[in-house]
């Protein structure tokens, strides 16, 4: 005997491991999100991406049904999460926004201050009379 092997998965299985896996990068990206973590929102879109479009070729070329009601149950539940994450991200990225405006109104206002109080003195233009 030449060592033991792992079983494979069957397609189905992987088809369901891959649904789950998506479920659960939606979950975690609505958490980066309300913390405001751009880099694992960025990380967690591209792995779904990823995921999505191995599950969409991977049903194809199982011929999985998409009237199956657990699939259509969780596609649904996903289509939502995914929906309520994107309006989540819009709203994050106005706030963003407002708050680079603020920085930057701030930035020049403290400019401002410096270049008036703390900056270069001017050397007075006195001249000798006499």
């Known amino acids: 005997m030449s060592g033991t092997r792992k079983p494979r998965q069957s397609g189905i299985s992987v088809f369901w491991n891959l649904l789950s896996a998506l479920e659960q990068a939606v979950q975690l990206e609505s958490q980066a999100i309300r913390e405001r973590d751009f880099h694992a929102m960025t990380v967690l879109h591209d792995a779904k991406r990823s995921d999505f479009e191995r599950l969409v070729a991977l049903g194809k070329r199982l011929g999985i049904d998409r009237s199956s009601q657990e699939l259509d149950v969780r596609m649904r539940a996903l289509a939502q999460s995914e929906a309520r994450n994107a309006e989540m991200a819009r709203q994050a990225a ?16 403290l400019k401002n201050f410096r270049q008036a109080y703390v900056g ?8 000798a009379e006499g």
Request: glycine share 4%.
């Open 120 to 127: 270069e003195p001017s050397k007075p233009d006195f001249t």
């Open 94 to 109: 106005e706030l963003f926004r407002d708050e680079l405006r603020k920085m930057n109104g701030d930035s020049r206002k």
